[in-house]
């Protein structure tokens, strides 16, 4: 499965973005899809995913009630609304797809190249 993110750029606080990742090369229904981000000197870490089934959904603490994940298997896309963002939002974000549910990084099979999502002050 390849992946590939789009939808980043600069936003202010309070601003809202919506990420896409588009899945080509497999069965993406198959898996979770995951979003993970990583901010300079980081390391990366779980935002959210959604079930293979778009039927559940499970967040980071730090995003919860801000973002949502969602994902069109018909379009073999999957999404990441980010409401209400802030500074410390900033950081590279990267879909993935996944056989089980986890937050963990190395549980994630496939990753897209990630986008850039800058939040001003």
């Known amino acids: 499965v390849q992946l590939q993110a789009s939808g980043g750029g600069l936003v202010q606080a309070g601003g809202s973005l919506r990420l896409s990742c588009a899945a080509s090369?497999?069965?993406?229904?198959?898996?979770?899809a995951g979003w993970f981000r990583q901010a300079p000197g980081k390391e990366r870490e779980f935002v959210a995913d959604?079930?293979?089934?778009?039927?559940?959904?499970y967040y980071a603490n730090a995003v919860k009630g801000r973002f949502t994940a969602s994902r069109d298997n018909a379009k073999n896309t999957a999404y990441l609304q980010m409401n209400s963002l802030r500074p410390e939002d900033t950081a590279v974000y990267y879909c993935a797809a996944g056989r089980i549910r986890s937050s963990a990084v190395h549980d994630y099979n496939y990753w897209g190249q990630g986008t850039q999502v800058t939040v001003s002050s």
């Open positions: 090369g497999g069965t993406f229904s198959r898996y979770y």
């Open positions: 959604s079930s293979w089934d778009n039927y559940s959904t």
